[in-house]
């Protein structure tokens, strides 16, 4: 079963930041297109970052400059850094997962609130 499960959100000041995490389990890893994605209450969800097999990155352009997605297929685990935090950045951050194959798989979510 894949099994994605993330962690590192919590509460911040505006300017701080925060790094997530996301373990990832039950497929093989490094073949993966792996993402975060963000939904605040009442809002759609977007994407916040992408990266490839092959290391290709793509953020959204309210995140371009401030956020960094990286992964360690050695661990199985995609991270994204989040400096300059914004009230706006407040939202429920979800790991996302897509195979060779076409199978799309979500992480449970992780609450990120900036905020004074």
Known sequence: ???????GGGSVQPGGSLRLSCAASG??????VM?????????QREL????????TISYGDSVKGRFSISRDNAKSTV??????????DTAVYYC?????????HWGQGTQVTVSS
Not at 96 to 104: N, V, W
Request: proline residues 6%; aromatic residues 10%.
């Open 27 to 32: 497929s093989i890893f490094r073949v993966n």
């Open 79 to 88: 991270y994204l850094q989040m400096n300059s935090l914004k009230p706006e």
């Open 1 to 7: 079963q894949v099994q994605l499960v993330e962690s």
């Open 35 to 43: 993402g975060w994605y963000r939904q605040a209450p009442g809002k």
């Open 96 to 104: 996302a997962q897509r195979t060779p194959g076409g199978s799309f």
């Open 48 to 55: 916040v970052a992408l990266i490839t097999s092959a290391g």
